[in-house]
């Protein structure tokens, strides 16, 4: 009984483990891409306009991106102290979200519930941070497969959120908030004391393997999520029938801890057998040589010798942080903040960002509205939202193994997928422009795949071109970019032009904006030229990701890992050592 509580305490406090945790806070981070379900409950219950809407839906993509303030948290506060942050910043934003949509409290004014919803969404920096920085740091060899897994569950959150909200509620968007608002900060707290960085003795030879097998896993589940969504939108389920759907999304999310206890057994069979090979040795007196212990030769101490205060000068004037922070280090060593910030290398990733992801979410944000336009019944406009959910999840785990993979065997730079990616997302943004029957499913697709294949890239070419010393608050100030894109290509470019053509239809019909209380656009011209300009937008951002990928073809070229496979070495001789003198 004591060894099987042992052992219980070692897969508690192991890398897989946390890992494991990490995939059910990440799926509870996923809250944000929610937002085209329940922005139809907002929007009439309050009263907004388009304009309004995505004024919100700005401020929730302000929210879920700017997170600088999590990153310089976690740069001075154990994880444990982030994770709680945000997961009391989770359940108050979307709260008071949940009593204004439900009448529980007077109506708020817009401003407020900007506030509010930027910061339930802001908590999900927290998670991130919390838990996918910890995971990059415990696993730097395996960071672009990581980085895809942690993103892909954060992709699937609003498929596996919309089946248990459906099971739990049933068919009420307003109490899917609620939901939002209560169980991933209850993930946060439970997991809280699991994550933190940790060392592994030594490199396992099957760690890629192990990914691979959470990967097929995660697939299982999204392919699931997938079957139900094309069936419940055929077919009546009954709250039985959710139920049921919902209790095997909850087993296939405990899946991946079968599969860390199995690798944790391992670690613990490993420890046991070099603690048996290698039994501590006491020495005592007896077995103690007899021999003259020769006197202690006295070692000369060196005079320091004084350095000239006008070389100090010069040395300190080299030191300077302004000389610092225009001298960065080669790429891949570790840069302060203010050296990467700086860099152009990074000033081309936050313009194509801007583009790329920007456009995205102008479109992931819009996809309720869209359906309405052209016509889709409200169970189908729903499914929208799922299939972006899903393909986000196909697109993160896509980008995160296929580059990694053509990076270690062919030396291809990851800057180059990302390329693809955004020519990709051109075409969904035309098929929206010039929509024929049935091409918004296709262009759900396209765009869930798209954007979920783009932050995993983002993430990873920071933590490669940039180091990891800092991570934490890089990576939360790469995707800046994406609030930015998203106000002035989803608020001054798509909501103007929605509403605008809205009021035109009204004065078509002699009716003018105050003697309706909800401007709804109808018609193939709603979205047509704003999804023109953000394939547009998106193609140049392309464009501007091509020239990252002609500046750093020849560190892509070398052995990225080497510091780190060195590190690890240096620590498996160390552990030989103390093993072999019995410590």
Same mark, same amino acid.
């Given at each position: 009984?004591?060894?099987?509580?042992?052992?219980?305490?070692?897969?508690?406090?192991?890398?897989?483990?946390?890992?494991?945790?990490?995939?059910?806070?990440?799926?509870?981070?996923?809250?944000?891409?929610?937002?085209?379900?329940?922005?139809?409950?907002?929007?009439?219950?309050?009263?907004?306009?388009?304009?309004?809407?995505?004024?919100?839906?700005?401020?929730?993509?302000?929210?879920?991106?700017?997170?600088?303030?999590?990153?310089?948290?976690?740069?001075?506060?154990?994880?444990?102290?982030?994770?709680?942050?945000?997961?009391?910043?989770?359940?108050?934003?979307?709260?008071?979200?949940?009593?204004?949509?439900?009448?529980?409290?007077?109506?708020?004014?817009?401003?407020?519930?900007?506030?509010?919803?930027?910061?339930?969404?802001?908590?999900?920096?927290?998670?991130?941070?919390?838990?996918?920085?910890?995971?990059?740091?415990?696993?730097?060899?395996?960071?672009?497969?990581?980085?895809?897994?942690?993103?892909?569950?954060?992709?699937?959150?609003?498929?596996?959120?919309?089946?248990?909200?459906?099971?739990?509620?049933?068919?009420?968007?307003?109490?899917?908030?609620?939901?939002?608002?209560?169980?991933?900060?209850?993930?946060?707290?439970?997991?809280?004391?699991?994550?933190?960085?940790?060392?592994?003795?030594?490199?396992?030879?099957?760690?890629?393997?192990?990914?691979?097998?959470?990967?097929?896993?995660?697939?299982?589940?999204?392919?699931?999520?997938?079957?139900?969504?094309?069936?419940?939108?055929?077919?009546?389920?009954?709250?039985?029938?959710?139920?049921?759907?919902?209790?095997?999304?909850?087993?296939?999310?405990?899946?991946?801890?079968?599969?860390?206890?199995?690798?944790?057994?391992?670690?613990?069979?490993?420890?046991?057998?070099?603690?048996?090979?290698?039994?501590?040795?006491?020495?005592?007196?007896?077995?103690?040589?007899?021999?003259?212990?020769?006197?202690?030769?006295?070692?000369?101490?060196?005079?320091?010798?004084?350095?000239?205060?006008?070389?100090?000068?010069?040395?300190?004037?080299?030191?300077?942080?302004?000389?610092?922070?225009?001298?960065?280090?080669?790429?891949?060593?570790?840069?302060?903040?203010?050296?990467?910030?700086?860099?152009?290398?990074?000033?081309?990733?936050?313009?194509?960002?801007?583009?790329?992801?920007?456009?995205?979410?102008?479109?992931?944000? #819009?996809? !309720? $509205?869209?359906?309405?336009? *052209? =016509?889709?019944?409200?169970?189908? +406009?729903?499914?929208?939202?799922? /299939?972006?959910?899903?393909?986000?999840?196909?697109?993160?785990?896509?980008?995160?193994?296929?580059?990694?993979?053509?990076?270690?065997?062919?030396?291809?730079?990851?800057?180059?997928?990302?390329?693809?990616?955004?020519?990709?997302?051109?075409?969904?943004?035309?098929?929206?422009?010039?929509?024929?029957?049935?091409?918004?499913?296709?262009?759900?697709?396209?765009?869930?795949?798209?954007?979920?294949?783009?932050?995993?890239?983002?993430?990873?070419?920071?933590?490669?071109?940039?180091?990891?010393?800092?991570?934490?608050?890089?990576? #939360?100030? !790469? $995707?800046?970019?994406?609030? *930015? =894109?998203?106000?002035?290509?989803? +608020?001054?470019?798509?909501?103007? /032009?929605?509403?605008?053509?809205?009021?035109?239809?009204?004065?078509?019909?002699?009716?003018?904006?105050?003697?309706?209380?909800?401007?709804?656009?109808?018609?193939?011209?709603?979205?047509?030229?704003?999804?023109?300009?953000?394939?547009?937008?998106?193609?140049?951002?392309?464009?501007?990701?091509?020239?990252?990928?002609?500046?750093?073809?020849?560190?892509?070229?070398?052995?990225?890992?080497?510091?780190?496979?060195?590190?690890?070495?240096?620590?498996?001789?160390?552990?030989?050592?103390?093993?072999?003198?019995?410590?």
């Amino acid at each position: 009984m004591a060894e099987l509580l042992q052992f219980a305490a070692h897969v508690v406090k192991g890398r897989w483990f946390s890992v494991f945790a990490s995939f059910l806070i990440m799926f509870g981070a996923g809250a944000t891409y929610l937002f085209g379900v329940y922005s139809k409950q907002i929007k009439s219950s309050l009263g907004y306009d388009q304009k309004t809407l995505n004024l919100i839906g700005f401020f929730k993509d302000l929210g879920a991106n700017v997170g600088v303030l999590s990153g310089l948290i976690a740069e001075v506060t154990p994880t444990w102290f982030v994770l709680l942050i945000g997961s009391a910043m989770n359940f108050a934003g979307y709260f008071m979200i949940w009593l204004a949509v439900t009448g529980r409290i007077s109506r708020p004014k817009v401003w407020q519930m900007c506030l509010y919803i930027c910061v339930g969404a802001n908590s999900q920096n927290f998670a991130n941070t919390g838990a996918l920085v910890t995971c990059v740091k415990n696993f730097p060899e395996s960071r672009g497969v990581m980085l895809g897994l942690l993103k892909g569950f954060v992709g699937l959150s609003g498929a596996i959120m919309t089946q248990l909200y459906l099971a739990i509620y049933g068919d009420d968007s307003k109490s899917l908030i609620f939901l939002i608002a209560w169980l991933p900060a209850a993930l946060s707290i439970i997991f809280v004391y699991t994550i933190r960085t940790m060392k592994a003795e030594s490199q396992q030879k099957n760690e890629l393997r192990v990914f691979y097998h959470f990967l097929y896993v995660s697939i299982v589940l999204a392919l699931f999520l997938m079957a139900m969504n094309i069936i419940q939108k055929k077919f009546v389920f009954s709250r039985a029938a959710y139920a049921g759907s919902a209790t095997v999304v909850c087993v296939l999310l405990f899946v991946p801890l079968l599969i860390a206890i199995r690798e944790e057994l391992q670690i613990w069979k490993d420890l046991k057998n070099r603690s048996l090979e290698n039994p501590p040795r006491v020495v005592t007196a007896i077995e103690m040589p007899k021999q003259d212990i020769p006197a202690a030769v006295p070692v000369p101490v060196p005079v320091p010798i004084p350095i000239p205060a006008k070389q100090l000068d010069e040395e300190e004037k080299q030191k300077s942080c302004f000389s610092k922070v225009f001298n960065p280090p080669p790429r891949g060593e570790d840069y302060t903040i203010l050296q990467a910030l700086l860099s152009i290398d990074m000033l081309i990733l936050f313009l194509a960002t801007l583009c790329g992801l920007g456009s995205s979410l102008t479109a992931v944000d #819009n996809l !309720g $509205q869209i359906g309405e336009s *052209l =016509g889709y019944p409200a169970r189908t +406009v729903s499914s929208f939202v799922s /299939l972006v959910s899903i393909w986000n999840y196909f697109g993160r785990v896509f980008s995160g193994f296929v580059s990694e993979s053509l990076l270690v065997k062919w030396k291809v730079p990851r800057p180059l997928m990302m390329t693809f990616v955004l020519f990709l997302s051109c075409i969904g943004h035309l098929l929206i422009a010039f929509p024929m029957p049935g091409s918004v499913y296709i262009a759900s697709v396209i765009i869930g795949f798209s954007f979920g294949a783009q932050l995993p890239l983002l993430f990873a070419i920071i933590s490669e071109l940039f180091g990891l010393k800092y991570y934490s608050t890089l990576f #939360n100030c !790469g $995707q800046l970019a994406s609030p *930015l =894109g998203s106000y002035i290509l989803n +608020v001054k470019v798509t909501g103007k /032009l929605y509403d605008s053509e809205a009021l035109k239809e009204l004065a078509k019909k002699g009716l003018t904006r105050k003697s309706v209380k909800e401007l709804i656009c109808l018609g193939k011209n709603c979205y047509r030229l704003s999804f023109m300009i953000l394939a547009a937008v998106t193609f140049f951002g392309a464009i501007v990701s091509l020239i990252l990928v002609v500046r750093t073809r020849d560190f892509y070229k070398g052995d990225i890992y080497k510091k780190f496979r060195e590190e690890r070495e240096a620590s498996e001789k160390d552990l030989a050592l103390s093993s072999a003198n019995g410590r």
